[in-house]
């Protein structure tokens, strides 16, 4: 089951409704509903948020930003040119450091114009480490 369809039986086997868990939530419904549409993939922390209004174990939700098998999302993003050998390294890199991924995740969530600042301080700090 997708991390959407898993969002979605979360709340409906409650039989609340959107707005009720956007209340919970403390977000838009319009939010709700991209989450459980899988237009928009929760953070991290909103996922463990989630969890806790939900009552579910974290792992339930988190392990679904893991595991890019179980979210087609996550996989059409990255193979959109299976023969680019900058993204199979990208890849590689994520399969090996989940938290990246989970930062990549974040930063999917900001505006323009503070993931303009995200890439511009990720660039410097490895700069910084190159010349370390």
């Excluded at 990255?78 to 991924?101: A, C, F, G, T, V």
């Amino acid at each position: 089951m997708s991390l959407p369809e898993i969002l979605k039986k979360l709340r409906t086997d409650r039989k609340w409704t959107q707005d009720f868990a956007a209340e919970m939530l403390k977000v838009d419904r319009s939010t709700i509903s991209k989450y459980e549409t899988g237009k928009v993939t929760p953070t991290y922390q909103t996922l463990v948020q989630m969890a806790e209004v939900y009552k579910v174990d974290k792992t339930l939700l988190t392990d679904e930003l893991e595991n890019p098998s179980s979210y087609s999302a996550d996989k059409s993003i990255l193979k959109e040119n299976p023969d680019d050998k900058d993204m199979e390294m990208i890849r590689e890199i994520i399969s090996h450091y989940p938290d990246l991924k989970k930062a990549l995740l974040d930063i999917y969530t900001f505006n323009e114009k503070k993931k303009a600042l995200a890439v511009r301080v990720i660039r410097n700090n490895i700069q910084a480490l190159k010349e370390f």
